[in-house]
């Protein structure tokens, strides 16, 4: 009995030891599984304990882009790569609210590193610009319009030119054409222009008021100076100014003549070509005896050698058309053409034709224009002999049955072909009928033609 007192004690003493023990340790346990948690004094009690919510970390993007400035070392650190968002987002810790996919914009995509010229190396190929080479097309063409727009205005204001060079030379006060008549210019009054501009290389001037003629129209016809396709065309080919005189003859004023005088290798196609001159005439090989004739070079196409004889005088022989004349006056000259049975408006015509020197040699073709008024005047005035009219009225008789004839076969001709037309064109419509159609149309056309081949009977009244 005397030692329980002692071993009370101890055993105490051992459980108050435990228990000291095992309180530190579970206090460090529940610190170790709450870690992350504040202090609950330092916690801040809401009105709404659901209104706060936890944000959502925003990723961190990051972009590189080398700037003028940047290091002269050419190789540079690759970008950090961007982290995404999916990868901070904890589905268990924010149950709950919605997942809203990032929308990828060209900022999020790896960035082209943009590199420097200058940070090259001097070994790398440097990017070829594109060569003039490939650029033809366009300057050709663009050559070619402005070629063409300088041209037009040149070559038109050449035109221009020429054409008022020979007007100031032989239609102005105290000229040829001033002189032989009495209203010139394309008016009626005087201060009419004396050229009218048909078109860009073709100018025409009129002269009236002169016996034995109606009037006189010259046409201007240039070159296509204008056009730079043509030019070039012209330059090949040779082409040439002209001019053409056409002198038209009162009714009473010219006889039977039909004569053409123009170079050899022309007179050959002004006699195909030429209706009357194919009818009427044919190429003259004769020449007077004891008399002086036009150049060799020159072909005459007349209906008769009387004709030829009276109209190449010994005047026009030293002007223009002799042998010595013609080499010196006579570049300039192409054709001459007079006809009473001219076809066209009007029958009885006179046609001078011309090629024009340059602007500043007009004066070179002085002779030949002085053909004009003096063959007005000659054949105004000039009468066949009897012989020689009788044989040009047998022949222009003769002319006349073909030209009736002709008119006849080709009214012939076009009444036929109305015909067949029209015969034509009533097949067409009965291959479209149908058979009944077919034989009421022939009922009829039997009726008809059975009315026409009874006898008509004349009923008569008695009175």
């Known amino acids: 009995m005397a030692r329980s007192p002692p071993f009370a004690g101890g055993l105490l003493l051992l459980l108050l030891l435990s228990a000291a023990t095992f309180v530190p340790l579970r206090l460090l346990a529940a610190q170790r599984h709450f870690e992350g948690f504040e202090d609950a004094s330092d916690v801040v009690d809401d009105d709404d304990p659901f209104d706060s919510q936890p944000s959502i970390p925003s990723p961190s993007l990051s972009l590189s882009v080398s700037s003028p400035e940047a290091p002269s070392d050419p190789i540079t650190p690759p970008p950090p790569s961007p982290i995404d968002a999916s990868e901070l987002w904890d589905e268990d810790e924010f149950e709950g609210i919605p997942i809203t996919n990032p929308i990828s914009s060209p900022a999020d995509l790896d960035p082209v590193p943009v590199q420097d010229p200058s940070l090259l190396p001097a070994d790398s190929p440097k990017p070829s610009s594109r060569p003039l080479r490939s650029y033809t097309i366009e300057i050709v063409c663009i ?237 105004g005035h000039y009468k066949l002999s009897s012989q020689a009219r009788s044989k040009t009225d047998a022949a222009r008789s003769k002319a006349a049955q073909e030209a009736y004839k002709e008119l006849q076969n080709a009214r012939r001709e076009a009444l036929q072909k109305r015909k067949e037309e029209k015969r034509r064109f009533i097949d067409e419509a009965e291959a479209k009928f149908t058979v009944e159609a077919i034989s009421k149309r022939e009922e009829k056309e039997r009726v008809r033609q059975s009315k026409k081949s009874k006898p008509r009977i004349k009923m008569m009244r008695s009175h």
Not at 216 to 224: G, M, Q, W
Not at 258 to 264: N, P
Not at 327 to 334: M, N, Y
Request: glycine share 4%.
């Open 143 to 379: 050559s070619f319009l402005i070629a063409f727009t300088l041209n037009y205005f040149i070559g038109r204001r050449e035109n221009e030119l020429i054409a008022l060079a020979w007007a100031s030379k032989f239609a102005t006060k105290d000229s040829i054409f001033d002189k032989n008549f009495s209203l010139l210019g394309a008016g009626e009054h005087k201060d009419a222009p004396l050229l009218l501009k048909e078109a860009r290389d073709v100018f025409k001037f009129w002269a009236s008021g002169r016996r034995c003629c109606k009037g006189l129209i010259a046409t201007l016809e240039l070159k296509s100076r204008h056009d730079l396709i043509s030019r070039m065309w012209e330059m090949v080919f040779m082409k040439k100014d002209t001019i053409t005189f056409e002198v038209m003859m009162n009714d009473d004023a010219m006889d039977h003549v039909v004569l053409a005088v123009a170079r050899r290798k022309a007179s050959k196609a002004m006699q195909k070509e030429t209706r009357d001159l194919q009818r009427f005439t044919s190429v003259l090989a004769w020449a007077p005896a004891g008399r002086k004739w036009v150049s060799e070079e020159l072909a005459i196409v007349a209906e008769s050698k009387e004709v030829t004889g009276d109209l190449i005088t010994d005047v026009v022989l030293d002007q223009v058309f002799g042998e010595k004349a013609f080499e010196k006056f006579g570049k300039g000259f192409i054709s001459l053409h007079f006809s009473d049975q001219y076809p066209g408006s009007h029958s009885k015509m006179l046609i001078f034709k011309f090629a024009l020197p340059d602007a500043k040699n007009m004066a070179d073709m002085t002779r030949l224009v002085a053909l004009v008024p003096y063959y007005i005047d000659l054949i």
